[in-house]
């Protein structure tokens, strides 16, 4: 019963009456990515845009967004919830409604969208629900937060596609990737900023679904 108590506490929503407290002061992380040098926080240089996207384990997923030609920088931690200034072990419990995302700044003169969020689709399997592969609960959901409208309209579209690409190969699982209006970021500490150059033998946790997604 224990056992069955903690996956559903996992993988419901917290309200705000449930949700850990957290804390007004932000977690130390990082200053500059540990790849390229380059800040965390920014300041990013003019015409550089920003999305939040969660894969499951931020960590798999920030080493492949970081390798998109035309992305800026990346960092990750957590959106979408409510606990303000979360740690790792609060999020892990499922009681700050936050999932991991990655920070992906990136130059839309040099990278489209549309090709982020190909690679977005391609490589997890976003038809999971509260969970990626092995890893269960609310902070491994599929998740796009977008800074804008534009964002916001070609995440859909591209989701759409995908969900698309997916019947077509008789794949029966829904899309079920949460796109909404980003939130508050919160950054992770710094043990796991660019965790998978760090630390190469690494879990990574990216599974994907096979299915290509053809984007126009």
Sequence with gaps: MFLIDMF????????PDDALPG?????????????????????????????????GCFWGAERLLWQIPGV?????????GITPNPTYQETTTGLTGHAEVVLVAYDP??????????????????TQGMRQGNDIGTTYRSAIYTGDDEQLATARRVRDQFQAALAEAG??????????EAGPFYFADASHQQYLAKNPGGYCGLRGTGVSCAIG
């Design 109 to 126: 003169k040099a990278v489209s969208l549309e090709t982020i969020l190909k690679t977005f689709f391609e490589e997890h399997d976003p």
């Design 8 to 15: 559903n506490k996992k993988t419901v929503m917290p309200t």
């Design 171 to 180: 794949h029966k699982g829904r899309v079920t990737t949460e796109i909404a």
């Design 72 to 80: 800026w920088v990346t960092a990750v931690g957590y959106s979408g």
């Design 23 to 55: 804390r007004e002061s932000e977690i130390p992380t990082s200053q500059a990515h540990f790849v390229n040098g380059r800040p965390l926080k920014g300041p990013y240089p003019e015409g550089m845009k920003t999305i939040l996207l969660g894969m």
